[in-house]
């Protein structure tokens, strides 16, 4: 039966509140099962490094028989009858989610650090935060807790099912256990969807905290589209070798990483981006693709996130190169509504709940 949150979330000294981290990433779209199942023989693989501009997710009361969603981000809300909310609106999602809890009488309020639409994994973070919030509540109801795996495979799922399979796994691991971690998709396996290595430890993850640069490009990105249309052209046979060669660079890129050869590991990010510019031509903005090529020119690699069309380019090289980028892409960024850079460092810390 439905349950009601509205008096026990009015009885609560405070909201609950949780948080995770969004993501930047080399390897993206590989994390599709339409892609990683029928080739999963070539080991396909995502590098993430979770970031520091983390995603909020507040519970509060609200009126019983009914959920509201909002979100200061997007200035709006919606709120409908628990079992008229659609799972296709704006919010969609985050009805979809009170639907599986079978929870109403509640407001699910967003917040986010890093901008809407921004290729950083935003709204696989707030379902990872809202499932972590919801677990909270379970455990005040008297029931089991939801473990972190579980939280991820649930926040997925749902994802996937709202969008009609065109979801990866990727985005929801960053936010989940935070990190920079090397991820081997294994969806043939029933038990096991993927394998996460975590290819820097926190010392490492300062270290290359200091060698990225982040810049949000003014415009926003619409990832749904841009996959599908990646993933149509991969079903019919037209770019699958030139996947299987991307794959490649990354599992490179990651052993680079892991042994903190941060020079190479830029390298593997312009030679990703080369391959990238024939597989997916639609990624490259005029604003994207000038900011690449100045970080090209100043000694970095550099890659949009997630699908690009918009949204987020990062940048890596040693320290010294990164802080002429960063003066660079700062003077690019100023002719831009929106754009600029997003300051931001590695988040060793995944989904939790704020004290």
Same mark, same amino acid.
């Not at 919606?78 to 639907?99: R, T, W």
């Not at 691991?173 to 993927?194: C, D, M, P, Q, T």
């Given at each position: 039966?439905?349950?009601?949150?509205?008096?026990?979330?009015?009885?609560?000294?405070?909201?609950?509140?949780?948080?995770?981290?969004?993501?930047?990433?080399?390897?993206?779209?590989?994390?599709?099962?339409?892609?990683?199942?029928?080739?999963?023989?070539?080991?396909?693989?995502?590098?993430?490094?979770?970031?520091?501009?983390?995603?909020?997710?507040?519970?509060?009361?609200?009126?019983?028989?009914?959920?509201?969603?909002?979100?200061?981000?997007?200035?709006?809300?919606?709120?409908?009858?628990?079992?008229?909310?659609?799972?296709?609106?704006?919010?969609?999602?985050?009805?979809?989610?009170?639907?599986?809890?079978?929870?109403?009488?509640?407001?699910?309020?967003?917040?986010?650090?890093?901008?809407?639409?921004?290729?950083?994994?935003?709204?696989?973070?707030?379902?990872?935060?809202?499932?972590?919030?919801?677990?909270?509540?379970?455990?005040?109801?008297?029931?089991?807790?939801?473990?972190?795996?579980?939280?991820?495979?649930?926040?997925?799922? /749902?994802?996937?099912?709202?969008?009609?399979?065109? %979801? +990866?796994?990727?985005?929801? *691991? $960053?936010?989940?256990? #935070?990190? !920079?971690?090397?991820?081997?998709?294994?969806?043939?396996?029933?038990?096991?969807?993927?394998?996460?290595?975590?290819?820097?430890?926190?010392?490492?993850?300062?270290?290359?905290?200091?060698?990225?640069?982040?810049?949000?490009?003014?415009?926003?990105?619409?990832?749904?589209?841009?996959?599908?249309?990646?993933?149509?052209?991969?079903?019919?046979?037209?770019?699958?070798?030139?996947?299987?060669?991307?794959?490649?660079?990354?599992?490179?890129?990651?052993?680079?990483?892991?042994?903190?050869?941060?020079?190479?590991?830029?390298?593997?990010?312009?030679?990703?981006?080369?391959?990238?510019?024939?597989?997916?031509?639609?990624?490259?903005?005029?604003?994207?693709?000038? /900011?690449?090529?100045?970080?090209?020119?100043?000694? %970095? +690699?550099?890659?949009?996130? *997630? $699908?690009?069309?918009? #949204?987020? !380019?990062?940048?890596?090289?040693?320290?010294?190169?990164?802080?002429?980028?960063?003066?660079?892409?700062?003077?690019?960024?100023?002719?831009?509504?929106?754009?600029?850079?997003?300051?931001?460092?590695?988040?060793?810390?995944?989904?939790?709940?704020?004290?």
């Amino acid at each position: 039966m439905p349950k009601s949150l509205e008096s026990l979330l009015k009885s609560l000294e405070k909201p609950i509140t949780a948080s995770a981290p969004c993501r930047i990433d080399s390897g993206g779209t590989w994390d599709i099962k339409a892609l990683a199942l029928p080739l999963e023989g070539v080991d396909p693989i995502t590098v993430n490094l979770a970031i520091n501009l983390r995603t909020y997710v507040t519970l509060l009361p609200y009126k019983s028989g009914w959920v509201r969603i909002s979100s200061d981000n997007f200035d709006a809300q919606e709120a409908y009858p628990f079992d008229k909310a659609p799972f296709n609106s704006q919010f969609g999602l985050f009805f979809a989610i009170a639907s599986f809890f079978r929870f109403h009488g509640l407001e699910i309020e967003i917040r986010s650090t890093s901008p809407v639409n921004a290729g950083l994994g935003g709204s696989s973070t707030a379902a990872v935060a809202t499932v972590k919030a919801f677990s909270v509540v379970k455990s005040l109801l008297n029931e089991n807790g939801i473990k972190k795996k579980d939280i991820l495979y649930l926040a997925y799922h /749902l994802e996937d099912a709202v969008n009609g399979g065109m %979801c +990866g796994l990727q985005d929801q *691991g $960053a936010a989940v256990f #935070g990190g !920079v971690n090397k991820w081997s998709w294994n969806y043939s396996k029933r038990e096991r969807l993927f394998t996460r290595e975590s290819i820097l430890d926190e010392n490492g993850q300062r270290e290359i905290s200091k060698r990225i640069l982040v810049a949000y490009s003014g415009r926003r990105h619409l990832s749904a589209r841009i996959n599908r249309l990646w993933i149509e052209k991969f079903l019919r046979g037209e770019t699958r070798s030139g996947w299987i060669e991307v794959n490649k660079i990354v599992n490179r890129f990651a052993l680079h990483i892991k042994e903190r050869r941060w020079d190479k590991g830029a390298q593997e990010l312009i030679e990703e981006v080369a391959i990238r510019k024939k597989l997916t031509p639609e990624a490259f903005t005029p604003i994207i693709t000038r /900011l690449i090529e100045e970080s090209e020119k100043a000694g %970095c +690699g550099a890659r949009f996130t *997630g $699908a690009g069309g918009g #949204g987020t !380019v990062w940048a890596l090289g040693e320290i010294d190169t990164i802080q002429r980028l960063r003066e660079i892409w700062a003077h690019i960024l100023k002719g831009t509504k929106k754009g600029g850079i997003l300051e931001c460092n590695v988040d060793p810390i995944g989904v939790r709940v704020l004290s």
